[in-house]
């Protein structure tokens, strides 16, 4: 008696599967010094604005 179709072992030629799969993956996520650069602290805007503020009130005088 042969084994039903479900209880045969895997073929695991997959290998070039996985490797379309690795590319494909690497081109769509970022680089990790992209990565990196886009997690760092930004500096805060509000020095930048307070001198425009300075200086918007200085030209008003």
């Known amino acids: 008696m042969t084994r039903h179709i479900v ?3 895997k073929d695991r030629g997959d290998g070039a ?3 379309a799969y ?3 993956e690497r081109r769509v996520t970022p ?3 992209t990565r ?3 997690r760092r ?3 805060s805007e509000a020095p ?3 001198e425009f503020l300075r200086i918007e009130r200085d030209s008003q005088s």
């Open 41 to 43: 602290a930004r500096k």
């Open 22 to 24: 690795l590319r494909i």
């Open 31 to 33: 680089d990790p010094a």
């Open 48 to 50: 930048v604005l307070r």
């Open 7 to 9: 209880d045969h072992p």
């Open 36 to 38: 990196s650069l886009q």
């Open 17 to 19: 599967r996985a490797r």
